[in-house]
T-cell receptor, first 111, second 114 residues
Framework: QKEVEQNSGPLSVPEGAIASLNCTYS??????FFWYRQYSGKSPELIMF????GDKEDGRFTAQLNKASQYVSLLIRDSQPSDSATYLC???????????FGDGTTLTVKP | DAGVTQSPTHLIKTRGQQVTLRCSPI?????VSWYQQVLGQGPQFIFQ???????GRGNFPDRFSARQFPNYSSELNVNALLLGDSALYLC?????????????FGPGTRLLVL
């Protein structure tokens, strides 16, 4: 079992729709969770981080964390073609001193 | 302020050779982490350095080594290169280390081993 599993893509949504990206993790020592966006040929850029159970909103993005279910998600409202990218879920374990990334979900937003 | 910088941007080596990749963190950042990203996969953690000491190591063979200098820049060394080492090598820096620290990635070094 992979340490981080992301919903298989690719995911395609029409412009203006809500895109839902999901991630489960197996390491119960995980303390913080991150969503990165990676455009083709570029390095990852941070979208959001979340540490506590519940929802965290930042503009069009909402991250949800449920530590009991070992589940984290990212909702993108009013999706734009510029949101088309690969979205990477990651968690950080302080004791191990490392970040673990999923393999990403590729999102395409069609005009 | 300049972001994380890495050099070189691209590199071609042959099997068995050795390579050194360099990373300069954002000014003031004390932590540097290295990742390997193979096409179609997420970044795989190699090392984290903080205050010039190794603080975390991923599941990579001993052919991979790194160090951090007093100015917080870092080098990643890979010996006895294999074809499978071909990947994008990413460096990320953060102000401190810990669960609340945001990592900022550099543009990466794309290594091709022939």
């Amino acid at each position: 079992q992979k340490e981080v599993e992301q919903n298989s893509g690719p995911l395609s949504v029409p412009e203006g729709a809500i895109a839902s990206l999901n991630c489960t993790y197996s390491d119960r020592g995980s303390q913080s969770f991150f969503w990165y966006r990676q455009y083709s040929g570029k390095s990852p850029e941070l979208i959001m981080f979340i540490y506590s159970n519940g929802d965290k909103e930042d503009g069009r993005f909402t991250a949800q964390l449920n530590k009991a279910s070992q589940y984290v998600s990212l909702l993108i409202r009013d999706s734009q073609p510029s949101d088309s990218a690969t979205y990477l879920c990651a968690f950080y374990n302080t004791n191990a001193g490392k970040s673990t990334f999923g393999d990403g979900t590729t999102l395409t937003v069609k005009p | 302020d300049a972001g994380v910088t890495q050099s070189p941007t691209h590199l071609i080596k042959t099997r068995g050779q050795q390579v050194t990749l360099r990373c300069s963190p954002i000014s003031g950042h004390k932590s540097v982490s290295w990742y390997q990203q193979v096409l179609g996969q997420g970044p795989q953690f190699i090392f984290q350095y903080y205050e010039k000491e190794e603080r975390g190591r991923g599941n990579f063979p001993d052919r991979f080594s790194a160090r951090q200098f007093p100015n917080y820049s870092s080098e990643l060394n890979v010996n006895a290169l294999l074809l499978g080492d071909s990947a994008l090598y990413l460096c990320a820096s953060s102000l401190e280390r810990g669960p609340e620290e945001t990592q900022y990635f550099g543009p990466g070094t794309r290594l091709l081993v022939l």
